[in-house]
């Protein structure tokens, strides 16, 4: 499956910003999906993965209450909506998919999913 990330940007604390990852090639609704992100200097960080259906959800400790993940598998799109950003969310965010016969929304660590989109800029500045 090929990702395509877009709708980083530069924005100012406490803005909102909506990312999106459009997959192409394979059936969407059989990868469960998630985010990453990689400021410079620090290792990719798990930020929040969705089951395949959509049912199920889980987000790094930080980013609850702020970051939403969705999916509409009729796009073969997923979301992340993020909120009341700080300039500690300024990175690299990336896509990333791995098929997944169970419904569930446990795969946060990078070493478990197979594609990954090309990443696209978040800057917050304070």
């Known amino acids: 499956v090929q990702l395509q990330a877009s709708g980083g940007g530069s924005v100012q604390a406490g803005d909102s910003l909506s990312l999106s990852c459009a997959a192409s090639?394979?059936?969407?609704?059989?990868?469960?999906m998630a985010w990453f992100r990689q400021a410079p200097g620090k290792e990719r960080e798990f930020v929040a993965c969705i089951s395949w259906s959509g049912a199920n959800t889980h987000y790094a400790d930080s980013m609850k209450g702020r970051f939403t993940i969705n999916r509409d598998n009729a796009k073969d799109t997923v979301y992340l909506q993020m909120n009341s950003l700080k300039p500690e969310d300024t990175a690299v965010y990336y896509c990333a998919a791995r098929e997944a016969f169970l419904d569930v929304a446990s795969y946060d660590r990078s070493v478990y999913y197979d594609y990954w989109g090309q990443g696209t800029q978040v800057t917050v500045s304070s």
């Open positions: 090639g394979r059936t969407f609704k059989n990868y469960a």
